[in-house]
């Protein structure tokens, strides 16, 4: 018997998890962590524990398929890239290359191949509408960072003595940072945790837990704020040297003294003062936020940025352990210039670009809108890849209603997904461990630009193509052959590593575990902001008619702004906290993950379920103003009161039959999906004639 064992990554999520895959015979058996990655620590979790079953999964999709009148047929990879090149070039020529959208999800961001080979085509076609997961998540963080600071600190909280955990469950989405806080922890060199969370997530058992009412995250900084300045705890000579507004900002978080904020956030006072004290004396000190639960809020932007904010006034600025500059060094950037302006730039013009620097992306919340409206102009056309956006953006059915009016839909993806379900073709794309590629880790769990080979594993399964040769087929079909000149993996791979001066035989040979290609320096006083200095106070803001110092916002539905509503939907409504088992709507039917998690469970402090007549395990249904969903009650005293906490990504109870488009975030676009208003209550038991 052949044995091999391949080492590569997990690109299941953002962690993208060092593996090492064990090989019989020229099949997956067996994925284990490996131990020698640096950032992963041979850390890995069910999901990655179950590629192997994910792989051969008997739901993969095998051929390619056309939609006919009845159901699905198979056609061959010339028909349908033949079909699917003869449409788009129909609706370039009918309605001009912007009603193309171009739709990537999740593993567009861990999946640079994916992500740099959908913007080449979008590029050449002309379309500026390249819609992504950006448009409601991490991306908000980045800008705020970038307002204030003019780069992209990143967090090291594993070098950090205090962290202040604003909801993220390390546990369950981050793996790999969580493993290094445990460590700090168990070593003594981390000595104050501060989680605050609605929920008492395993972490907060290490530390001080606030729980606190969601959405409102802002409030409470604010009063840590007020707290630490009049205190005079702030770091007076950082704050003299590289920043400036300070004055302002003094002014501003006289507005929320800790009495006041105790009321918006449900947060007692003491525990404010006491927090506030803490986070400001226990140097180095790092906020450590959730990916998403502080982004997707009316106000996201601005708790994105007051973060940055309690940062700078703490002195927390590129020092071991605080938030830290990195050279960023883009791999293999295959975009083209653009033509004009994407869907959404009108509504959040800083979404799209401030001083100069543009980002790549339309604003994916007004998609429906011009599909459906024609506003600004009409969408016609759609290729998706890497995403499922029919579950995973908000208002479903609306985004589903836009999908059936498209001309022309084509979905690439390993399963059919109820997105795919809805395209008139469906390519077959192969997995991560189908084709060779470059892993990438930068952002989040890690703060050093770091590459490694991604190596194929295992033979493409069925008929499926790797993303890469998908656009690249297509694209000559299209007439745009020179724009994709790459034949083969290894050219691309040279190509992609070519900026980070690492080569593939490196990486072959002597780094199998990858290597860092950028060097952490931590120097203070270089902030290309337009003043040069920390933006505590952002004139940009200003001028553009936004808070150019955060201030609270209550959530568009919640007891303050609607106290009519709450009457009547009387439950705060969190969406998505992540489990172990599942990637947003990816792994379902999984055996060893069904067999863990097989179904979706709406959590519930005992006292709320018990107001509402509802018991551990009962079915329930949750109620917004948008929609309904029946799903299974778990009651929990780890959840503050007056809360449901349901996840996302279940197609039959679907969190985003509850959600809305609108409002939204009004610098970056971002809708709520994590503080609204519902009513709850005990399912009426199915009739079995039913
Ligand atoms: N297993 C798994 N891991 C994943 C993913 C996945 O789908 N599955 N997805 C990846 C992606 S794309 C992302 S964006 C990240 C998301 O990662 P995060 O945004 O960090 O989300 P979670 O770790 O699920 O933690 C959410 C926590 O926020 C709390 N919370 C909810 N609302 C609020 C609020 O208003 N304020 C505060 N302070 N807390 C709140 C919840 O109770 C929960 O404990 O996870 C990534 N990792
Ligand atoms: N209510 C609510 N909704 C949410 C969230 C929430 O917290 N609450 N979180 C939001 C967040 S933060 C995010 S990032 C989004 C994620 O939203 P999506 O990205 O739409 O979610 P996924 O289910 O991960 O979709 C990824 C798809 O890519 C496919 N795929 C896997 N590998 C490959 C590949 O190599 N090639 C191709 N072509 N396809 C592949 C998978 O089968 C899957 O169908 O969800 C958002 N939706
Ligand atoms: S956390 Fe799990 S799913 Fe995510 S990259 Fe690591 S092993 Fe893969
Ligand atoms: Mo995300």
Redesign the pocket.
Known sequence: MAREVIKSDC??CINSCGIEAIVEDGKLVKVEGMKEHPISDGVICPRGAALPEWVYSPDRLQYPMKKDGTGWERISWDEALDTTAKKLQEIKDKYGAKALAVY??????E?IE?AAFAQRFRGVYGTPNLLS?EG???RSRIMARQMTFGGYPIEEPWNSKCILVFGTNVDNSKVTVGAKIYKALDEGNMKQVIVVDPKRIPLADRGIHIKIRPGTDTALCLGMLNVIISEGLEDKEFIEKYTIGFDKLREHVKEYPPEKVSEITWVPAEDIVKIARIFATTKPASIVPG???I??HINGFQGNRIHAIMQAVTGNVDVPGGWVSIPFIRLGDLRLTEISDPIGTKQHPLFRRFWGRTSPYGQQMLFADAVLKGDPYPIKGLVC?????A????DSPRIREAMKALDFVMV????M?D??KLADIV?P????LEKSGVGYVYGVTNCIPYAMLRKQVIKPIGESW??WK?WTELGKRMGYGEYFPWEKEEEIIDFFLGPSGLTREQLTKEHPEGAYYAKKKYIQGRYSTPSKKIELYSQTLAENGYDPIPRHVEPSKSPISSPELYKKYPVILT????IPEY????LRGIPTLEKRAPEPLAEIHPETAKKYGISDNDMITVETVKGKIHIKARTTEDLLPGIVSIP??WANAN??E??ELEPRDPVTGYTE??ALLCRIGKAEPVSKAA
């Open positions: 690109i299941l990537t999800g999740s593993l567009g961001t999946n994916l997961v409601n998540c991490f990916t998403c639960s982004d997707q890849t890497g995403g499922n956006p579950v995973t953006l908000p690439a993806d390993l399963f997904t997105t795919a390519l794309a192969c997995s991560f790797p993303d998908i969406t998505g906290s992540r990637t947003h709507s990816q996302h990504g969190a985003n509850l959600t999906m994590k």
